[in-house]
């Protein structure tokens, strides 16, 4: 049965303040000696980085869109076997979801997962207007546990005791924190959000500083006893298995890059690798040469585009990617890995040479070019995936393709059913065992995902063991 201790951090919406607090309770709690396990309600890598940092401890994404019910208790009940406390950071609003119904909201998670909810209100301009929001908040749906609120940005003790006793009064809920507007606590932003820690020059910095906040302005021991008041889900889901048919019988190798230009990897699909028999070797783009023993290679997310000079000046491992694509090594790219897979990145002005496996030129523009949930139908034969099939996922770019050059060894394979792509509504971009595409695939919801980089791996290893004997 699932016991651990857990807490969800969720807000009126967003920019609330609900990052920094999370963030900060989770490495406080680690700094006292407790396990701590964070999740991210949500297709988010940023956060998610930080929480991961904050924590010293993998954080994984929950979300009803990319996986169902049974998938999320699954999920949390494998990565709590061991833990002391699980923080759940929510996104958005608590209700805010795709329709009416709130149908993947942060609440219908924290249902799910019986979780107690923790409301941190942004004050600003604002008193007793905060108890009928979150009276609104308790109203709308008596069954998410909304246990507490942390009041944000706060201008005074006047401000704080007219929020408080209006709180008290007509909610009935205790007030667990009271933080006062204070400067330089947000994590720094940037085009896609927060900057991850593997870019920030003071990231310990801005993780003491959150740990700081939570313990000079929160009740923490209130916040541990709500969390360890959490019921008990009263079901022992099985631990996450690995993927049937799509089991490497002979380990295969399959090459990452991951460094500060390409960092965005769900925790889940590089464990859904593993767990299917592959060994994953990281390497650098910035700075790393092709390693020569690998079957696959996977490239995440990131900002290739803050990174091109330094990528572009790499010319040797380039080269080497791009003999690689020709002689048929599998390589599955997401969003800034197709970017590093195309002829040429413009920033600044400037256009980049990449590897130049795909002959695309792509731009990153000032306003998100695609930015949501995906759907797409596999409607042309590929390498990983069979046609037909239907697959949710998420994108969130701001580059997009300038020019595509009239090659007929390139093809899409992803027909969108909701979302942008890579133009004309498809995405996943082919030539020969490459496929790129902005929608970001979870391998838990997604088990497809999982099947289709272990079997092209694998028959590619084969193929080269055949050739080479």
């Not at 169902?68 to 958005?92: C, M, P, W, Y």
């Not at 394979?413 to 979302?419: A, D, I």
């Not at 790129?436 to 272990?454: D, S, V």
Request: with cysteine.
């Amino acid at each position: 049965m699932i016991d651990c201790p857990r807490l969800t951090i969720a807000g009126l919406g967003g920019d609330t303040g609900k990052t920094v607090i999370s963030v900060g309770l989770c490495h406080f709690w680690q700094k006292q000696g407790y396990k701590v396990t964070p999740f991210k309600k949500g297709p988010d890598y940023i956060d998610m980085s930080w929480l991961n940092y904050g924590a010293n401890h993998p954080c994984y994404n929950i979300d009803l869109f990319l996986m169902n019910k049974e998938q999320v208790l699954s999920s949390f009940s494998h990565h709590t076997k061991n833990s002391d406390i699980a923080v759940i950071e929510g996104n958005r609003g608590l209700y805010d979801g795709m329709d009416e119904t709130g149908s993947v909201s942060t609440a219908e998670i924290a249902k799910v997962l019986k979780s107690p909810v923790v409301l941190v209100v942004d004050c600003t301009k604002v008193t007793r207007t905060v108890a009928a929001l979150v009276l609104g908040c308790q109203m709308l749906d008596p069954e998410v546990l909304i246990e507490g609120v942390i009041l944000n940005k706060l201008a005074g003790l006047r401000h704080e005791t007219i929020i408080r006793k209006s709180i008290e009064n007509y909610c009935h809920l205790p007030v667990i924190g009271a933080i006062p507007r204070l400067k330089d606590v947000q994590f720094p932003g940037r085009h896609l959000g927060l900057v991850p820690p593997q870019e920030h020059p003071v990231a310990e910095e801005a993780i003491n500083t959150a740990s700081h906040i939570v313990r000079k302005y929160l009740d923490l021991e209130k916040l541990w006893e709500i969390a360890n008041e959490a019921a008990p889900l009263g079901v022992t889901p099985p631990p996450i298995p690995p993927p049937r048919g799509g089991r490497a019988r002979e380990g295969v190798r399959i090459g990452v890059i991951r460094d500060s230009a390409f960092q965005f990897y769900y925790q889940e699909n590089l464990d859904a690798l593993k767990r299917s028999g592959a060994k994953l070797s990281e390497f650098s783009a910035l700075k790393d040469d092709f390693p020569s023993d690998i079957d696959g290679l996977y490239i995440g997310g990131g900002f290739p585009e803050t990174h091109a000079e330094i990528l572009s000046s790499n010319e040797k491992l380039r080269r080497a990617i791009r003999q690689a694509a020709e002689d048929g090594l599998p390589i599955y790219a997401e969003c800034g890995g197709l970017m590093y897979l195309a002829d040429g990145l413009i920033w600044n002005g400037k256009n980049y040479p990449m590897v130049g496996v795909l002959p695309i030129i792509i731009a990153v523009s000032k306003k998100p070019r695609g930015h949501g949930y995906t759907i797409v139908e596999v409607d042309t034969p590929n390498p990983y995936f069979k046609t037909g099939q239907v697959m949710n996922g998420h994108e969130f770019h701001y580059s997009h393709v300038v020019e595509i050059k009239g090659r007929t060894d390139t093809y899409f394979s992803f027909r969108m059913r909701k979302g942008t792509g890579i133009m004309d509504e498809m995405d996943g971009l082919c030539y020969k065992n490459v496929l790129a595409t902005y929608t970001h695939l979870h391998a838990l919801g997604t088990k497809e995902w999982t099947y289709g980089m272990i079997n092209t791996t694998q028959t590619y290893k084969k193929h080269k063991i055949i050739t080479l004997g």
